[in-house]
């Protein structure tokens, strides 16, 4: 059942992300789309390899995104939506790792909510300046109650 869960929330291509939830502060973790009491905090975490062969990318960006205000977003973005931003919003594209968000759901109203997990980085050309922008993104689902 988990398999054919990661299946359907793993980012393809040059970018492979696995997003997992906890409902106990990071203490158990579901690769599930969660279900939790309207107003909760859920911590998402999205564990990602770069399979990338280009030798030369810059940093790794992440952030998970709605369209309605929620009580953890960190901007509102101009062309509609609400963003979080990780605490450290960019990493080193030299080595594979994770972020970890605490998506606080205060201000959402109950049923289900999709967010978009996006993640991205630079390949840099041989003078160190970004020239192609890889991204994807991926939606999932918080169901309150």
Known sequence: MCAACVASVA????LDARLTFSLDGGKCWSCDFPTAAS?????VRAAYTI???WERRDVICAS???DKPFASHTRKLDCGGYEQR???YWKSSGENGDYVWNLDTKGLSMGTQMFMLEIGYWRQDENGK???YISDSQP???KLQ
Not at 11 to 14: M, Q
Not at 39 to 43: A, K, L, N, T
């Open 64 to 66: 998970i995104k709605t």
């Open 130 to 132: 970004g020239c192609e």
């Open 86 to 88: 990780h605490a450290v």
């Open 51 to 53: 399979a990338d062969s």
């Open 39 to 43: 107003g909760s905090v859920i911590r």
């Open 11 to 14: 980012l393809s291509g040059p």
């Open 140 to 142: 999932f689902y918080i």
